[in-house]
């Protein structure tokens, strides 16, 4: 089949990734910040608030939501990264200290259409005092052959670009697909996956 005439959007820049909208900012204050006690309850309402349908985002697992923050909170939707991007923005908002993680070798695989995927993973690390706690939306359905190593914040955008680059392609959007991709290898030029 031909290529779709869809028009092309320009990436959103880095800061519109993780931007936290207003909306979200106000429940996130009633719900988590205003009344916790402590950073372990802070960080165990965040995690209700993330999962939450009645009081919280109620966000649901799907493969291939690569959204922004934003995306994700209008959706309700979100993939490892998505989640990951959207728990660390939330985190950083109610005072948690938090950094992404990724596991590089997983044994997970998909095809769609006719495309195979090798996926890598990527969860949240949170330290609460001199414990740490793992969150991570996606970790009963990944089999790892290693355990996950702290990553930068500009290689988890890197991801949310690559992701986005590999969806556009496998929809025939090559300008925003390269567009997408251009990001990721800025982010992390020395990312294999990219």
């Not at 493969?63 to 922004?68: G, I, K, R, S």
């Not at 992404?100 to 006719?114: G, H, K, M, V």
């Not at 706690?133 to 702290?150: I, Q, S, W």
Request: glycine share 4%; net charge negative; hydrophobic share 40%.
């Amino acid at each position: 089949p031909l290529p779709r005439a869809v028009p092309e959007l320009a990436p959103p820049t880095r800061e519109q990734v993780v931007a936290v909208p207003p909306q979200l900012q106000a429940q996130l204050q009633v719900e988590v910040i205003a009344p916790a006690r402590s950073d372990l309850d802070r960080l165990q309402r965040l995690l209700r608030f993330m999962g939450d349908g009645e009081r919280g985002l109620g966000l649901q697992y799907r493969e291939d939501a690569t959204y922004t923050v934003t995306e994700a909170y209008l959706n309700r939707q979100a993939n490892c990264v998505t989640y990951t991007l959207m728990f660390l923005a939330l985190a950083h908002l109610a005072g948690l200290e938090a950094y992404p993680q990724e596991i590089e070798e997983t044994l997970s695989w998909q095809q769609l259409d006719d495309i195979v995927y090798r996926s890598n993973h990527v969860n949240v690390r949170v330290r609460v005092g001199m414990q740490r706690y793992l969150v991570d939306v996606g970790g009963e359905f990944v089999v790892v052959r290693h355990p996950a190593k702290r990553i930068s914040m500009q290689r988890a955008l890197a991801q949310y670009y690559n992701n986005r680059a590999v969806t556009l392609l496998s929809e025939q959007r090559l300008s925003a697909a390269l567009a997408h991709a251009d990001i990721a290898l800025e982010l992390d030029p020395d990312y294999p996956t990219t």
